[in-house]
């Protein structure tokens, strides 16, 4: 299996950016897929995770309101819409995919990050 992210880059704040992972070696259209990040020198967190009928999504309280979670099933790829960025939400940006999503989100497989700078 593999979680090919993309869509990363470097830009100012206000700005939006579309970040894409696309899976292949198995299909996830009927599981969780999601997105995770790690700012520099924190710990891996939480970003936003959507079943596959998008019924349940659910996003870290930091990025409600800015931040969207889609899913293309037919195409096993998961998106994550960016708007508003401030300089926090600087990071490598990983999806991930299947798993189980109870208090927390526990994905069975992630992709590898992709950066995103957002400079004042």
Request: hydrophobic share 30%; charged share 20%.
């Given at each position: 299996?593999?979680?090919?992210?993309?869509?990363?880059?470097?830009?100012?704040?206000?700005?939006?950016?579309?970040?894409?992972?696309?899976?292949?070696?198995?299909?996830?259209?009927?599981?969780?897929?999601?997105?995770?990040?790690?700012?520099?020198?924190?710990?891996?967190?939480?970003?936003?995770?959507?079943?596959?009928?998008?019924?349940?999504?659910?996003?870290?309280?930091?990025?409600?309101?800015?931040?969207?979670?889609?899913?293309d099933n037919a195409k096993n790829t998961v998106y994550l819409q960016m708007n508003s960025l401030k300089r926090e939400d600087t990071?490598?940006?990983?999806?991930?995919?299947?798993?189980?999503?109870?208090?927390?989100?526990?994905?069975?497989?992630?992709?590898?990050?992709?950066?995103?700078?957002?400079?004042?």
């Amino acid at each position: 299996v593999q979680l090919q992210a993309s869509g990363g880059g470097l830009v100012q704040a206000g700005d939006s950016l579309r970040l894409s992972c696309e899976a292949s070696g198995r299909t996830f259209s009927s599981s969780f897929m999601g997105w995770f990040r790690q700012a520099p020198g924190k710990e891996c967190e939480f970003v936003a995770v959507r079943s596959w009928t998008g019924i349940t999504t659910r996003y870290v309280d930091s990025v409600k309101g800015r931040f969207s979670i889609s899913r293309d099933n037919a195409k096993n790829t998961v998106y994550l819409q960016m708007n508003s960025l401030k300089r926090e939400d600087t990071a490598v940006y990983y999806c991930a995919a299947g798993g189980v999503l109870g208090g927390s989100y526990s994905p069975d497989y992630w992709g590898q990050g992709t950066q995103v700078t957002v400079s004042s």
